[in-house]
């Protein structure tokens, strides 16, 4: 038997970011391995040095992770005692540890390393213009989200 000539995953978007995205993903716990790090709590982090203070509900809209999964990056990255929380009336604000700032240079030359690798692969231009391209699609369809009276908060 003949393999189609036309595969619709081929047309997919959803099959398509998806697939890229697990394989972007290997590329970025490779980096990050050293670390004893996931690429996600080393996002977490580079926002919280940025911000120190930062409360979870700004960290769940950057992110765009739902509350729940923001929760349980914290947790996790308190008992490696790399955040620390602080309570400011009702709030809860996240800060950086002496632990997590000590690892600031390592994280930010990971991320740099994983950039590295993925430009080499796809081509500098290519990669830039790839992840603008997708930030502008994300954008579009959070807005459509966020305006469906029918559909809750995803963020």
Do not use: W
């Amino acid at each position: 038997m003949d393999a189609p000539r036309h595969n619709f995953l081929e047309t997919c978007l959803f099959f398509n970011t998806n697939a890229f995205s697990r394989q972007l993903l290997k590329l970025a716990e490779a980096e990050f391995k050293p670390l004893k790090l996931s690429p996600a709590h080393a996002s977490l982090l580079l926002l919280v040095f940025e911000t120190p203070g930062v409360g979870p509900k700004e960290l769940s809209r950057l992110l765009c992770l739902t509350p729940s999964t923001i929760t349980r990056f914290i947790d996790s990255l308190a008992k490696k005692k790399l955040v620390a929380r602080k309570s400011k009336g009702k709030s809860v604000l996240i800060f950086p540890t002496k632990k997590s700032l000590d690892m600031q240079a390592a994280i930010a030359m990971a991320y740099k390393k994983l950039y590295l690798r993925y430009s080499q692969i796809l081509g500098a231009t290519s990669a830039m213009d790839l992840s603008h391209r997708i930030s502008k699609a994300n954008g579009k369809l959070m807005e459509n989200f966020n305006n469906r009276e029918d559909n809750e908060t995803l963020f």
